[in-house]
């Protein structure tokens, strides 16, 4: 059974720090690409991050880049996310993401195979 299983959010003052943690089983981890996405209140699902399978390479989107780090760590299956710097915008339901690697379309989440249930990450105004 594929699972991934988000964990490590929680309520964080603006200008605080998390790190979300993404544990994957069940498929062939290292072959593939892991993101992170999050939906706030009355949004749509968007893609903030992505680190690749085999290169390892990285995208952010300009709302996190210079904030937020993605990492992974295949001998442990799990994908990380480091938060700094937080603001109230960031407050959302963050979900990790899997598709083969080398995908070149990621920026929807029609095109992600594997989907975990969610944490939340409240950052009060």
């Known amino acids: 059974e594929v699972q991934l299983v988000e964990s490590g959010g929680g309520l964080v003052q603006a200008g605080g720090s998390l790190r979300l943690t993404c544990a994957g089983s069940g498929f062939d981890f290292d072959d593939y690409a892991i993101g992170w996405f999050r939906q706030a209140p009355g949004k749509e699902r968007e893609v903030i991050s992505r680190?690749?399978?085999?290169?390892?390479?990285?995208y952010y989107a300009f709302s996190v880049k210079g904030r937020f780090t993605i990492s992974r760590d295949n001998a442990e299956n799990t994908v990380y996310l480091q938060m700094v710097s937080l603001k109230p915008e960031d407050t959302a339901v963050y979900y990790c993401a899997a598709q083969p690697g080398g995908s070149y379309y990621y920026t929807l989440p029609e095109y992600w195979d594997y989907w975990g249930k969610g944490t939340l990450v409240t950052v009060p105004s």
């Open positions: 680190v690749d399978s085999s290169d390892g390479r990285t």
